[in-house]
């Protein structure tokens, strides 16, 4: 009775509201913030579109900030502006990077005209739109390996960061398009004379100060910076973080690390962990700047923990969803969107995302959208437009998943080859039985088909791009 009760009371806000917004005294961008946070319409996610033009695995994607364009990147080097909501493209271009695209961006207050992009290839490049579409890019700066992720000052058109495989921190002021060398992030001494160098995934700035960023990587430590610590003289080590986060019970574990991190509008910290969970951090369960000298911490200091998913092949990424971030979500190596009630860690939707792996979650900025991708090279658009309510998740049902083959990221032929190749040789080493090879081998073939599918381009996507041709730029 008393959940009937409050459905009741919720059917009767909303009914409230669409009142308000009809007469005028709501509009429908408040209207759609205020029932976002409603747990019946995420019970009630399907897939409204998919957007098919990419021809390799789409690696990001990302909203502008009025919501009504997104941007992706792929393994195949273009960056496509979508009208996600008719599935037209705005404009394709080639990115000129030389590898994958890991990130792609809008900037803010820009009229959409300036994004950057980071990818395999270790570069941070910068992409400006110009009269009758014509893009110029320009390569800022330049990782020693891959460069995963950005993370752009929220409402400053000229600041943003970046992070890679080399462990460095970089800081971009768009007024001088130059790039500022923070630090290269080392591991603390009871790692250093194996891995002295963190291989960072991820990077992210608290919406609530700017002036803090978390980065993440190869050990089991999220660190948090303050900017304002940092000295153009080399006065102070900025290198050395004014805070950790990190489960007590994973720390001096040598064999994970994070692969995705997100802020709350609260500045909560999420973590995500490979082959572990999702951690939830608020700002008094930090470690303090050396972790590995903080003593045991009580039971209710313990982060809140999201379980369910498997985080093993790829680079995941995590994030909240929801007006005021109610809600956990994240992709899958079984190929499913995980979504969970934050307040207190309840597995609430597991979505079929994609054939293989889903690694990108994306909420619209205002609306009940997501936006998702993965291995597939098409991009999902998710709203709240079934008729019935999903079925409480059956945990018992998730653990029946088939075998799911490990990936790599590739875009061409020779590249597709080596991962079959990677492939057999995994299935041999492990000494796996009978009915994991063959789960193996449809595997290998699912993939050959997808990447053969992938080849042909779909004549229902061309209204609208007005680039027409993956080679144009202009390369500075």
């Known amino acids: 009775m008393a959940g009937t009760g409050k459905r009741g ?126 893009v110029a890019t320009k390569m800022l700066a330049q990782h020693e390996g891959q460069a995963h992720k950005l993370a752009i000052e929220p409402g400053n058109p000229h600041i943003f960061y970046s992070c890679g495989e080399d462990g460095l921190v970089q800081r971009f002021d768009l007024r001088t398009e130059s790039a500022t060398e923070l630090f290269v992030c080392k591991s603390f001494q009871d790692k250093s004379s194996y891995m002295p160098i963190v291989h960072l995934n991820a990077i992210v700035i608290d919406p609530r100060d700017s002036n803090n960023f978390a980065i993440a990587g190869s050990d089991e430590y999220a660190r948090l910076y303050d900017i304002r610590k940092y000295k153009g003289n080399g006065s102070t080590d900025f290198g050395q973080p004014v805070d950790c986060f990190c489960p007590q019970r994973l720390i001096g574990h040598n064999q994970i690390g994070i692969t995705g991190l997100a802020f709350s509008d609260k500045s909560e910290l999420l973590s995500s962990y490979n082959d572990e969970f999702i951690y939830l951090f608020s700002k008094d369960q930090g470690l303090g700047p050396y972790p590995t000298l903080s003593h045991a911490k009580d039971a209710e200091s313990m982060p809140r923990v999201f379980k369910g998913h498997r985080n093993c092949d790829t680079v995941k990424g995590v994030n909240f969803y929801g007006p005021n971030c109610e809600y956990v979500v994240s992709g899958s190596d079984c190929g499913r969107i995980f979504i969970w009630r934050k307040k207190d860690g309840e597995l609430l939707r597991a979505m079929e995302g994609d054939k293989h792996v889903v690694n990108c979650i994306e909420p619209h900025p205002y609306t009940t959208a997501i936006a998702s991708s993965g291995i597939e090279n098409d991009i999902k658009i998710w709203t709240p437009n079934a008729i019935e309510r999903a079925q409480p998740v059956n945990m018992d049902e998730l653990k029946k998943n088939k075998s799911r083959v490990r990936f790599s990221r590739f875009a061409f032929p020779e590249q597709l080859i080596a991962q079959v190749l990677a492939q057999q040789r995994w299935g041999h080493s492990r000494g796996a039985r009978r009915e994991e090879s063959s789960a193996e081998n449809r595997g290998i073939v699912d993939l050959l088909m997808d990447y053969t599918e992938g080849d042909d381009s779909s004549d229902d996507d061309s209204e609208g791009d007005t680039s027409g041709s993956p080679g144009d730029c202009t390369v500075s």
């Open 9 to 134: 009371r919720n059917c009767g806000r909303t009914i409230a509201g669409i009142l308000q917004r009809e007469v005028g005294d709501l509009s429908p961008r408040k209207f759609a913030h205020r029932i976002g946070a409603s747990e019946d319409l995420v019970l009630r996610l399907g897939i409204h579109r998919k957007l098919n033009r990419h021809r390799g695995c789409v690696n990001t994607v990302s909203f502008n900030a009025d919501g009504d364009t997104l941007v992706s990147g792929s393994d195949d080097r273009m960056v496509i502006l979508w009208d996600w909501n008719t599935g037209k493209v705005k404009l394709s271009f080639h990115s000129c990077h030389s590898n994958n695209i890991f990130q792609a961006r809008f900037m803010p207050d820009t009229n959409d005209r300036t994004l950057v992009t980071c990818a395999a290839d270790g570069e941070v490049r910068l992409a400006q739109i110009r009269e009758a579409g014509h």
